[in-house]
């Protein structure tokens, strides 16, 4: 793959994620404090639902994933 491609590849990422910001905060305007409250206290109980060993096992799959992506990436950097 060519750098350029890569650089493309980032771009429309962050164009992505504008756009994907962008939609969030016109959502999260349009929330009443009382639906606000709801979805936070759903996420809330999502959280303790979800076990201690259950996150770490979540946050060292994302290290893993991080890394093997990181490698990919220096492969086509020619690195």
């Known amino acids: 793959m ?3 491609d890569v650089l ?3 771009k429309g990422y962050k164009n ?3 756009a994907i ?3 969030k ?3 999260l305007c349009s929330l009443t404090c ?3 409250l709801l979805e936070y206290e759903h996420l809330c109980k999502i959280y303790e639902d979800f076990n201690k060993e259950g996150i770490k096992d979540l946050e060292n799959k994302k290290i893993l994933f991080l890394i093997e992506r990181r490698k ?3 492969k086509m ?3």
């Open 34 to 36: 009382k639906d606000s």
């Open 72 to 74: 990919r990436f220096n």
């Open 21 to 23: 910001l962008e939609e």
């Open 2 to 4: 060519k750098k350029e």
């Open 16 to 18: 992505a994620n504008r």
């Open 25 to 27: 905060k016109k959502r």
């Open 77 to 79: 950097d020619g690195r």
């Open 8 to 10: 493309s590849f980032i």
